[in-house]
């Protein structure tokens, strides 16, 4: 088992040096390698992550899991920028179903719901108002690209360790005190009443955070109508005289 | 294999009935258009090869073949992936919607392999049934986004951006009317607030009559029919977002078009009108149930359904489009208060009846249905008083001030 880390350090290199050559930086030679390397590591993370134990959840995980990080890869490597917002939707639609796989409904229709229903067509409405054919050529440009791409592969190398590690040693679902533990699952996310459940945890036990987080967007909301009354001040046009 | 087949049945039944029923509402809507204008309508179609015209029912078929067989041509400046995804996108998510929706009760049929009396969802037990309704409805704006944008059409891209500012706005209301119905169910499983219903007799419609016209209007501008159907108004725009299509890919727009429809249809019955109840039905528990009782509920949740889309399909010839203008202000200073002020009490009363431990509905129905009322009224004339509809379609002149024309300024640029 002493290979894992070196497997998931490679793996993590061959993502950043293929995230680097995928991305925008003016010159489009070595994409395709690129996608061959990203393609490869994903490939080494994929024989890493523990099996499920069932032919059926292990492809519907896979597939689910393929679609919301190559989309994500798509996301940051496209020119276009509509292209990378729409790849950015699949890429939610995904994560949406791993939670909806690992029975979290609730999470899983609020991505829906908050990111891809109101957040990203807010983007698009932005970018087609923006007309992108139009934007000059350091718009369309990745800025720090060796960089951002080292930080991308090192977040997800990490995450894929600490999960491999996790699952090592005794049954997740034997340790007593394992949120993956069966009394935790049955009571929680998986019970019947999921969505009252939640709605009690939520407005007992975190009700302060429920409420900072309430506070925090109306600040935003109160900050955004302070900026649009302040330009839209009249500047002395209608005293222009007619003549 | 059992587990699996059920569901692919009621999903294989579900397409077919749906994209049917999809195909002979065209035709109703066409004979109410008529109906209404004071023609005859499409009447001719009847069996192929034969004189028998049978009121126009061949019609559908007609127009499906015509579609079929029509080239579906791409013009040579859209964007070609992302026009092909658009109408795939609209009408998948349509059909999705589905998946939470009942369709009646249950059936008491036994088959081996299943656990007791077949549910009539194809996804029943989903406990966040109407927010998935909800994102469901919010991924088929990209369908109308996509293809006004990928159409590299003026006409097509402001139908876009129309529908996008349009849905965004009135996603809030709809919200609105949701949450009044969940709050005083406790539920948001469609199939709760169906039963919670028929057991206390007292449809939403009576206690929340405010939230009910709140949530009409928003699927009416959400299904962008008239008068909301700014992103297609053919005076304006051609034909709006689907201005560059044809074929089959047309067809797919039109469908999912009338999919919302029927979406909102089912939703106004379910929310606001009892699903499958009616009064002097039985209610027995969902396992002990006849199948002439499992037959009834079926055949009265689709009447009212029916109603609903005739509803729709009669205010589509009786109310002028509105203003852009005015179907904002409509959306952020009417309804969103509406629906506040709705949700406020419906809060209210709930709160009161925990308060009193009050359980059973039916002999206590005449606070929730007076305050619902009372409040309804009370919020109708504040409204109507304070932000009233502005139906005059004529320019305003005084925001509409044509500079003065000065012969020199011309010259000078």
């Given at each position: ?15 950043a ?32 992550v ?38 950015f939707?699949l890429?939610?639609?995904g ?10 409904q ?7 719901v908050?990111?891809?229903g ?5 983007f ?56 993956f ?18 709605g ?44 | 294999?059992?587990?699996?087949i ?5 999903i ?5 009935a ?51 067989f ?17 109408p ?36 029943p ?11 469901l ?119 999912a ?16 009108f ?36 005739l ?5 589509r ?20 208060p ?24 039916s ?13 309804a ?19 305003r002149?005084d ?6 024309f ?8």
């Amino acid at each position: 088992m002493n290979d894992v880390p070196i497997v998931i350090g490679s793996a993590t290199l061959l993502l950043a040096a293929g995230m680097w050559l995928m991305l925008p930086r003016g010159a489009a030679a070595g994409r395709s390698f690129g996608t061959l390397l990203v393609a490869i590591s994903l490939g080494l993370f994929a024989s890493q992550v523990p099996r499920l134990g069932n032919w059926v959840n292990d492809s519907v995980f896979l597939i689910l899991a393929a679609v919301a990080v190559l989309s994500a890869v798509a996301t940051v490597t496209f020119r276009n920028p509509v292209y990378s917002a729409i790849w950015f939707g699949l890429s939610l639609l995904g994560t949406a179903g791993l939670f909806l796989f690992q029975g979290a409904q609730f999470l899983g229709v609020a991505t829906i719901v908050v990111y891809a229903g109101a957040i990203l067509v807010t983007f698009l409405f932005v970018l087609m108002l923006a007309q992108p054919e139009g934007q000059a050529f350091y718009d369309r440009l990745s800025w720090g690209a060796r960089l951002s791409a080292l930080t991308g592969a090192l977040v997800v190398g990490v995450l894929t360790l600490t999960v491999v590690s996790v699952f090592q040693g005794p049954a997740v679902e034997d340790r007593p005190q394992s949120p993956f533990s069966k009394v935790a699952l049955d009571d929680g996310i998986l019970a019947d009443q999921h969505m009252a459940n939640l709605g009690a945890q939520l407005f007992s036990k975190n009700l302060v955070a429920v409420e900072v987080a309430g506070t925090l967007l109306l600040v935003a909301l109160v900050g955004t109508v302070a900026i649009v009354a302040q330009i839209h001040k009249p500047a002395g046009g209608r005293e222009r005289s007619h003549g | 294999m059992a587990p699996l087949i059920v569901p692919l049945v009621k999903i294989g039944l579900l397409v077919f009935a749906l994209l049917t029923a999809a195909a002979y509402l065209v035709l109703l809507e066409r004979w109410i258009a008529a109906w209404v204008q004071d023609r005859k309508g499409p009447n001719r179609v009847g069996i192929p090869l034969t004189s028998i015209k049978l009121f126009g029912l061949g019609q559908p078929l007609a127009d499906g073949l015509k579609f079929i067989f029509k080239e579906e041509y791409t013009p040579a400046h859209v964007d070609k992936a992302l026009y092909t995804l658009a109408p795939i996108t609209i009408l998948a998510a349509a059909l999705a919607i589905f998946a939470v929706i009942p369709i009646g009760s249950v059936l008491p049929l036994d088959l081996p392999g299943t656990d007791g009396p077949i549910k009539l969802v194809v996804a029943p037990g989903v406990d966040v049934g109407m927010i998935y309704v909800f994102a469901l409805s919010s991924i088929a704006v990209y369908g109308v986004i996509l293809g006004g944008w990928a159409s590299n059409n003026k006409y097509s891209f402001l139908g876009g951006l129309r529908s996008s500012a349009q849905l965004i706005a009135y996603e809030i209301p709809l919200g609105l009317g949701i949450l009044g119905v969940v709050i005083s169910t406790g539920s948001l499983r469609l199939e709760n607030i169906i039963f919670e219903q028929a057991q206390s007799g007292v449809w939403n419609s009576f206690t929340q009559p405010l939230g009910l016209v709140v949530f009409v209007v928003a699927s009416f501008a959400e299904a962008a029919r008239l008068p909301f159907d700014l992103p297609e108004c053919e005076q304006e725009l051609i034909g709006g977002y689907h201005t560059e299509y044809s074929g089959m890919r047309l067809l797919l727009f039109l469908i999912a078009e009338f999919l919302h429809m029927v979406v909102a249809a089912f939703l106004i019955v379910i929310l606001f009108f009892g699903g499958w109840h009616f009064w002097g039905m039985p209610v027995p528990a969902d396992d002990i149930i006849s199948w002439s009782v499992a037959g009834l509920r079926i055949l009265v949740l689709i009447a009212k359904v029916l109603a609903v889309i005739l509803f729709f399909m009669l205010i589509r010839w009786s109310w002028p489009r509105f203003r852009f203008d005015q179907l904002m202000n409509l959306a952020w200073k009417v309804m969103l208060p509406l629906g506040l002020v709705n949700l406020m009490a419906v809060a209210a009363v709930v709160e009161y009846q925990h308060a009193r431990e009050i359980e059973d509905l039916s002999t206590n129905a005449w606070l929730p249905v007076g305050i619902g009322w009372g409040v309804a009224i009370v919020a109708w004339i504040v409204a109507a008083l304070f932000a009233p509809l502005h139906t005059d379609n004529r320019p305003r002149l005084d925001v509409l001030q044509p500079p003065a024309f000065e012969p020199n300024s011309l010259r000078s640029k």
